[in-house]
């Protein structure tokens, strides 16, 4: 069965620290993987995607995802947190082909100044 | 170009009172999805239409809920009679569709603001 999982419900950091969003999927054929971002009120904001080749994805924002097949993980990461960052994220995978999308419970982030 | 609109963006009823939700997609997105998300969870999928015709509905409580997509263009999700458990956010998404090998980028999913629903 398809699933995301996201152990992490809860994370802070301090602003100018580096950030790193666990991810780990469990699928049956080759996954295509998202990073999305949603602040208050708002709907979900696409940061990155992986289908293929470069296994190192570079999204908006500053924020990058490794995608590992070995681990099942593709952990989101930012090398210095903004304010603005603090946010809820979301992990999601989805089929190679088809539109059948799987998200994670989501990770909150606050930023402490 | 404009985004995924949905309104309202807050509704209150109370139990066993109905509700609709509505959703109009980016422009020449085929594929348009109804999710809920439920505080502290995951959106979840509820139904998927491709242009006019139902994809994928089997997380649809369908003694409740029900969605159409008349023209290919606007959706309405509606619940009748509404319980408890239905307060959540109602996010609807749209995307191209219809993307394979080089072309899967036509199947992101592109997110509205969503409606909050409590149901007192």
């Known amino acids: 069965a398809q699933s995301v999982t996201q152990p992490d419900i809860h994370i802070t950091v301090s602003e100018g620290a580096s950030l790193e969003l666990r991810c780990n999927y469990s699928?049956?054929?080759?996954?295509?993987l998202f990073w999305y971002v949603q602040s208050p009120g708002q709907g979900l904001q696409l940061l990155l995607k992986?289908?293929?080749?470069?296994?190192l994805v570079q999204g908006i924002k500053g924020f990058e995802a490794e995608f590992k097949r070995s681990q099942s993980s593709f952990n989101l990461r930012k090398p210095s947190v903004h304010w603005s960052d603090a946010a809820e994220y979301f992990c999601?995978?989805?089929?190679?082909?088809?539109?059948?999308?799987?998200f994670g419970t989501g990770t909150s982030l606050t930023v402490i100044p | 170009e404009a985004g995924v609109a949905q309104s309202p963006r807050y509704k209150i009823i109370e139990k066993r009172q109905s509700v609709a939700f509505w959703c109009n997609p980016i422009?020449?997105?085929?594929?348009l999805y109804w999710y809920q998300q439920i505080l502290g969870q995951g959106p979840k999928l509820l139904i998927q239409?491709?242009?006019?015709?139902?994809?994928?509905d089997s997380q649809l409580p369908k003694d409740r809920f029900s969605a159409e997509r008349l023209k290919g263009v606007d959706s309405t999700l509606k619940i009748q009679p509404a319980k408890l458990e239905d307060s959540a956010v109602y996010l609807c998404?749209?995307?191209?569709?219809?993307?394979?090998?080089?072309?899967?980028?036509?199947?992101?999913?592109?997110f509205g603001a969503g409606t909050r629903l409590s149901v007192l």
């Open positions: 998404a749209s995307s191209l569709g219809g993307g394979t090998g080089q072309g899967l980028a036509k199947n992101i999913q592109y």
């Open positions: 699928y049956g054929a080759t996954p295509y």
């Open positions: 992986y289908f293929s080749g470069d296994t």
């Open positions: 999601a995978v989805g089929p190679y082909t088809g539109n059948q999308f799987y």
């Open positions: 422009s020449g997105h085929a594929t």
């Open positions: 239409f491709q242009n006019n015709g139902v994809v994928d």
